[in-house]
């Protein structure tokens, strides 16, 4: 069946490092991928997509890249703010339908 | 953009009770809702799609009977955890997609018409 496998959490780095979140997924087809992220108190909020192979999504600094040969999306932000600390989930959605599959959510936490 | 209210954010019942989750669509209607539950350092699992005025389609392994959920109108989907037991304790969040149909109302829209409401943290004692 389909999945999304994403690194465990917590991760905790300083203001500006560089961030780097692992997600591989498994599906059938060709699914579309996104990113969401949960600030706290607030519901997910989509921070990125892409639909199809070599696809980059990109928002506020985050990039990810659809590979469809190493079935990963993993999200990069080369300098994060303390205001990026969040839960970040990687999904997938197959084509034809609403329905998401979700990793388990990573924890980010920057320190000023 | 479209926002989806979830209500309560936090709920703490007895084990025997029941507890409803509301899940509001404020400035779109929305015909179909999902409701989702996280446990404990494992995915969101989709647990059912709630359709307006028609009964929900439930994911295999989620009983009907004990989480009942009503879709009455275009903005309003409930969720009830019925006869509530402490391995029902986990984070229940609801998404909603924009119908097709115009809104009354002015506002950008959410991304891609699907936004997620904030969630409900419930624990069963």
């Known amino acids: 069946g389909n999945s999304v496998t994403q690194m465990e959490g917590p991760v905790t780095l300083s203001e500006e490092a560089f961030l780097t979140i692992n997600c591989t997924y498994t599906?059938?087809?060709?699914?579309?991928l996104f990113w969401y992220v949960q600030y706290p108190g607030e519901g997910l909020q989509l921070l990125l997509k892409a639909t199809k192979a070599d696809d980059k999504g990109s928002n506020k600094g985050f990039e990810a890249t659809y590979r469809k040969e190493t079935t990963s999306f993993h999200l990069e932000k080369g300098s994060v703010q303390v205001s990026d600390s969040a839960v970040y989930f990687c999904?997938?959605?197959?084509?034809?339908?609403?329905?998401?599959?979700f990793g388990t959510g990573t924890r980010l936490k920057v320190l000023a | 953009g479209a926002v989806v209210s979830q209500h309560p954010s936090r709920v703490i019942c007895k084990s025997g009770t029941s507890v409803k989750i509301e899940c509001r669509s404020l400035?779109?209607?929305?015909?179909?809702m999902f409701w989702y539950r996280q446990f404990p350092k494992k995915s969101l699992m989709l647990m059912a799609t709630?359709?307006?005025?028609?009964?929900?389609?439930?994911e295999q392994g989620v009983e009907k009977d004990k989480f009942l959920i009503n879709h009455a109108s275009l903005t309003l989907s409930t969720l009830t955890v019925t006869s509530a037991h402490p391995e029902d304790s986990s984070f229940y969040i609801c998404s909603a997609i924009r119908d097709s149909r115009p809104s009354h109302t002015q506002g950008s829209r959410s991304p891609y018409g699907y936004t997620f409401g904030s969630g409900t943290r419930l624990t069963v004692v």
């Open positions: 599906a059938t087809g060709y699914p579309s």
């Open positions: 709630s359709n307006e005025g028609s009964k929900a389609t439930y």
């Open positions: 999904a997938l959605r197959t084509s034809g339908t609403y329905k998401y599959i």
């Open positions: 400035d779109f209607q929305a015909t179909t």
